[in-house]
């Protein structure tokens, strides 16, 4: 840790992401003895008007593809500024090409391909270890700096985000009060997403699906039964944009997180209420 000055985590009220440095930290595997204590790439903030005595929710962000852990100054203030304690781990970093066009003769001609580093959360073996290590380190931060109630953890992710907060916390499932996927996919079924399925079945799940104009994965059949055959407490709710609104796509998400705090606070503030599986229209 010789370069001091880069290692450092941000705390902060949300506000906008260019008013805050980036933590540009390493990683290291939970695995080994004292790996918490070392640094990792996140965000944390706290919540307006923080006040120290009272145990606050904590909101364990998990981003989209290729974004990063910055997402959750624009989604953490949406979802609300005054109720949780949020952290935002980046994803692994994995590189893809990218074709460089130039227009030539009304034709496009590929110039050169570039190689080009994006964050995510691949689904293998290792990548799937990683994160739980990413996660479990973030809450680890958030208890060290906030009065954060322990029993009141919920994972939170978007696309890709999404799919790895679902495996997450079906491996973990009494390690957090909730968990949401936003558009993302069921984890693949060939890594055992519910090896811990008798626990899962008390483990809160909010899915959200619907029709947009950018790809939204849709839940099959064949994964509703899965729910049902495990006793998963899920509640399902569709969003579909509306054409004829402008920004159609930020307004559907506006409502998403809208409800991702009402469905949160509602189980923080009872986590002993039942659910029922519910399929809702917005």
């Known amino acids: 840790m010789s370069n001091a000055k880069t290692l450092r985590s941000v705390v902060a009220v949300p506000r906008t992401a260019s008013d805050f440095e980036i933590a540009v930290e390493s990683f290291s595997p939970r695995r080994n003895g004292d790996s918490r204590r070392r640094a990792f790439s996140h965000f944390l903030v706290a919540p307006i008007h923080y006040e120290k005595n009272y145990p606050y929710p904590l909101l364990v962000w998990l981003h989209d593809s290729g ?24 994803g692994l970093a994995a590189t893809r090409s990218r074709l460089v066009c130039d227009r030539s003769n009304g034709r496009f001609v590929v110039e ?37 109630h322990r029993r009141r953890v919920f994972l939170v992710g978007r696309g890709t985000g999404g799919t790895m907060a679902l495996r997450v916390a079906l491996r973990n499932p009494r390690e957090f009060a ?18 811990s399925w008798r626990d899962a079945r008390d483990l809160p799940i909010l899915l959200t699906t619907g029709r947009g104009s950018a790809p939204i994965p849709q839940l099959t059949q064949k994964q509703l039964s899965l729910f049902h055959t495990a006793g998963l407490t899920v509640v399902i709710r569709q969003y579909n944009e509306r054409p004829e609104e402008e920004n159609a796509a930020e307004t559907r998400m506006k409502k998403i ?3 991702v705090n009402r469905w949160a606070m509602e189980r923080a503030l009872n986590p002993q209420t039942p659910i029922s599986e519910l399929l809702a229209t917005r």
């Open 67 to 90: 974004s990063n852990e910055a997402e959750l100054f624009d989604v953490a203030p949406q979802i609300s500024s005054r109720n949780y304690v949020a952290v935002a781990p980046r």
């Open 112 to 148: 050169k391909s570039r190689q080009e580093t994006y964050y995510d959360w691949p689904e293998t073996e290792e990548g799937v270890s990683e994160a739980e290590n990413l996660v479990f380190y973030s809450i680890d931060q958030a208890l060290a700096k906030f009065n954060v």
């Open 178 to 195: 909730g968990v949401v996927s936003i558009d993302g996919a069921f984890p693949s079924l060939d890594r055992q997403p519910l090896r």
């Open 257 to 259: 997180l809208l409800d």
